[in-house]
């Protein structure tokens, strides 16, 4: 589900618990920007026995949105939960008539990749030396959506 204002300050604590630890403490910095008014990202949570088992965030500027951060917590990988969140953001762009998607993924990250291609993203181009710790090359991916 799409968090408004006050469940995401409700579920703030489970969501930066799952993506800090894979996002460098990314997560929570978003986080208190949007709780701070300072942008305006979305952000989708999945459930599992009431508690946050997935999360992602999608930033929107005119009709193109980009996936900043999706997650899945470990116990509840390969179960349908990053099936569930893009199918939810795919319906929010379709509702605000965004036009296309796009991402930047770790190049040795072959399960989100593999899961980006699933959902009709395609590799179009590579930022070499994009990522800190580890160093290593960011592979761009994108959909357009009719
Ligand atoms: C990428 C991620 C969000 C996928 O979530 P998930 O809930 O496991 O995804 P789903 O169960 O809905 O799987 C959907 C599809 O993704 C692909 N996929 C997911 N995990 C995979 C894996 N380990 N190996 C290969 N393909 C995989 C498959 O195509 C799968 O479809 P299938 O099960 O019919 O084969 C999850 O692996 C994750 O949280 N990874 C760590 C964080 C991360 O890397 N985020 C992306 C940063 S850009």
């Known amino acids: 589900m799409l968090l408004d204002f006050s469940s995401l300050s409700k579920f703030r604590a489970e969501?930066?618990?799952l993506g800090d630890s894979l996002f460098h403490g990314e997560t929570s910095l978003f986080i208190e920007d949007i709780i701070n008014k300072k942008n305006h990202y979305k952000v989708f949570a999945a459930f599992r026995d009431e508690?946050?088992?997935?999360f992602l965030i999608l930033s929107t500027v005119l009709d193109?949105?980009?996936i900043l951060e999706v997650?899945?917590?470990e116990n509840f990988r390969r179960c349908g939960l990053g099936?569930?969140?893009?199918?939810?953001?795919?319906g929010w762009c379709a509702k605000n008539e965004i036009s296309k998607i796009f991402l930047e993924v770790r190049e040795s990250n072959f399960p989100a990749r593999t899961y980006y291609k699933k959902f009709g993203f395609v590799e179009n181009g590579l930022r070499?030396?994009?990522?800190?710790?580890?160093?290593?090359n960011a592979v761009l991916m994108?959909?357009?959506l009719s």
């Open 83 to 90: 099936s569930e969140l893009m199918s939810e953001i795919f």
């Open 71 to 73: 997650a899945v917590s």
């Open 51 to 54: 508690k946050v088992a997935g």
């Open 142 to 144: 994108s959909k357009e």
């Open 128 to 136: 070499k030396n994009y990522y800190r710790g580890p160093v290593e």
């Open 64 to 66: 193109e949105s980009e």
């Open 15 to 17: 969501i930066s618990a």
